[in-house]
């Protein structure tokens, strides 16, 4: 078992920056991989970005690439995920989740993973 709780997100307003974190405990020397979705109100869960517990590229999804930037502290257990230049449509609640093992799917897929903390809300005003 893995627990995930995130935290850092809040109201800001458009052009701004907030910085997510999200703790892991447990079996955390078992992760495989890390990842961001986002959930808006009245739309389906989505992909931003995942990071390889190891060594490895992070991936993003199009709309966030250039302005967020995933990251780990393997030492802390800890992924971050820093968002600049923040728009409304990054209003969301961001939700972290971590993949115990490799699977035959794209770490962009909700399926690939294993855990998943409570969200964190995130309102960018205009």
């Known amino acids: 078992q893995v627990q995930l709780v995130e935290s850092g997100g809040g109201l800001v307003q458009a052009g701004g920056s907030l910085r997510l974190s999200c703790a892991t405990s447990?079996?955390?020397?078992?992760?495989?991989?890390m990842a961001w979705f986002r959930q808006a109100p009245g739309k389906e869960r989505e992909f931003v970005a995942s990071?390889?517990?190891?060594?490895?590229?992070?991936y993003y999804t199009d709309s966030v690439k250039g302005r967020f930037t995933i990251s780990r502290d393997n030492a802390k257990n800890t992924v971050y995920l820093q968002m600049t230049s923040l728009k409304p449509e990054d209003t969301a609640a961001y939700y972290c989740?971590?993949?115990?093992?490799?699977?035959?799917?794209?770490?962009?897929?909700?399926?690939?993973?294993?855990?998943w903390g409570q969200g964190t809300q995130v309102t960018v005003s205009s």
């Open positions: 990071i390889p517990r190891g060594s490895g590229a992070a």
């Open positions: 989740a971590v993949a115990m093992s490799l699977r035959p799917l794209s770490s962009s897929h909700q399926a690939f993973y294993d855990y």
């Open positions: 447990g079996r955390t020397s078992n992760i495989y991989a």
